[in-house]
């Protein structure tokens, strides 16, 4: 399974965003997906987890309410819409697959991912 992210790109502070991850290699609704971005000098982050056939979401406490993810297993994509955009969102935006969703995206081992895209640059400008 390959992934690439898109959609990345400028977004004011209070605005919206759609990153997209699109899959090929192999059929998406094997994997649960989830979203993480990494941030100059932090550690990569878990934000979102959907699995494999979308009927359970898990989103880490810092874009509940704020981030929602969703998927389209027939067009092997899974979004990642940004809405209240704050400047702490700006970052590179990663996809990877997993063969279930852990338990907390927050704290996610990264080593149980694979399939990682190049990711796609958030900048929020302050």
């Known amino acids: 399974l390959q992934l690439v992210e898109s959609g990345g790109g400028l977004v004011q502070a209070g605005g919206s965003l759609r990153l997209t991850c699109t899959a090929s290699?192999?059929?998406?609704?094997?994997?649960?997906i989830a979203w993480f971005r990494e941030a100059p000098g932090k550690e990569r982050e878990g934000l979102s987890c959907?699995?494999?056939?979308?009927?359970?979401?898990d989103y880490a406490d810092s874009v509940r309410g704020r981030f929602t993810i969703s998927r389209d297993n027939a067009k092997s994509t899974v979004d990642l819409q940004i809405t209240s955009a704050k400047v702490e969102d700006a970052a590179v935006y990663y996809c990877?697959?997993?063969?279930?969703?852990?338990?907390?995206?927050?704290?996610?081992?990264?080593?149980?991912?694979?399939?990682w895209g190049p990711g796609t640059r958030v900048t929020v400008p302050s």
């Open positions: 990877a697959a997993a063969p279930v969703c852990p338990a907390d995206i927050s704290s996610a081992n990264l080593f149980l991912f694979g399939g």
């Open positions: 290699g192999a059929r998406l609704d094997y994997f649960a």
């Open positions: 959907s699995n494999s056939n979308d009927s359970k979401r």
